[in-house]
């Protein structure tokens, strides 16, 4: 496209000739002189066009990917497997701990959703200052120091309700913060990889076998955690 200093050349070329005298002039001269006024707004304007079409077609400048497509499609697999199966896992400890089941699955499901929410927020953010390995490799670290608190949950649980809560929403209250404070950051964590894949692989092809593999992971997860794994591990 034409650079500015080109623009403005031009555009002073137009403005001289509409804006010169033209008194002293025949017809014919005057015809001449607003066609090259013509001429040059005319040049002005294809100028600024094939800028603008140069900007438009001009591809914009993405980072690599994170990992290989193949990787990928493992890891979407493998973070909605473990987060399925540890809502399953974690819904058990829950139930056993607040003896209700309802109160339990409500608690259980908002502190996994709200940092899943967090963590496709936050990720393009992170995106340039953390690498998608390290995330991973931190959520897999939190599970494994967070299990130690869920299986001392019922401990926890007790504790809150003998804070002299003036309601029974004030016990579900501190419930649902504790248990948010013990297994939000590891949900957080794992989060991240789902959206940040789906940044790497946006066309819809690709996306679309993240999208389905990660529902099915979660899927077996679920099955397999709750008719398998938690029977046998006990």
């Known amino acids: 496209g034409a650079n500015l200093s080109v623009v403005v050349e031009e555009t002073g070329n137009a403005i001289e000739d509409f804006l010169e ?3 002293g002039l025949d017809v014919t001269q005057r ?6 006024a013509q001429d040059d707004g005319h040049l002005l304007v294809a100028q600024l066009l094939e800028d603008q079409r ?41 139930r056993a701990s607040f ?14 959703l709200i940092p899943l929410a967090l963590a496709a927020q936050l990720t393009p953010w992170l995106r340039p200052r953390v690498g998608a390995g390290i995330l991973v490799s931190l959520g897999s670290l939190a599970i494994l120091l967070c299990t130690p608190l869920v299986e001392r949950m019922d401990r926890i649980a007790a504790y809150v309700s003998n804070l002299e809560m003036s309601s029974y929403s004030g016990v579900l ?3 649902f913060l504790v248990s948010l404070a013990i297994l939000g950051p590891a949900m957080f964590l794992v989060g991240t990889a789902l959206p940040r894949l789906l940044d790497d692989f946006s066309d ?23 008719w398998v794994l938690l029977p046998w591990l006990g």
């Open 54 to 94: 140069g900007n438009l077609e001009q591809p914009r400048s993405a980072s690599p990917p994170s990992v290989p497509f193949r990787s990928a499609v493992l890891l979407v697999f493998v973070t909605g497997f473990t987060t399925f199966g540890l809502e399953v896992a974690w819904f058990r400890s829950l």
């Open 99 to 112: 003896l209700s089941t309802t109160e339990s699955f409500a608690i259980m499901l908002a502190s996994v």
């Open 21 to 23: 005298p033209l008194e």
């Open 173 to 175: 209250a501190g419930w």
């Open 204 to 226: 819809a092809a690709r996306a679309g076998v993240l999208y389905g593999l990660n529902t099915f992971g979660a899927v077996c997860g679920s099955l397999v955690t709750a």
């Open 31 to 36: 015809g001449h002189r607003l066609v090259d």
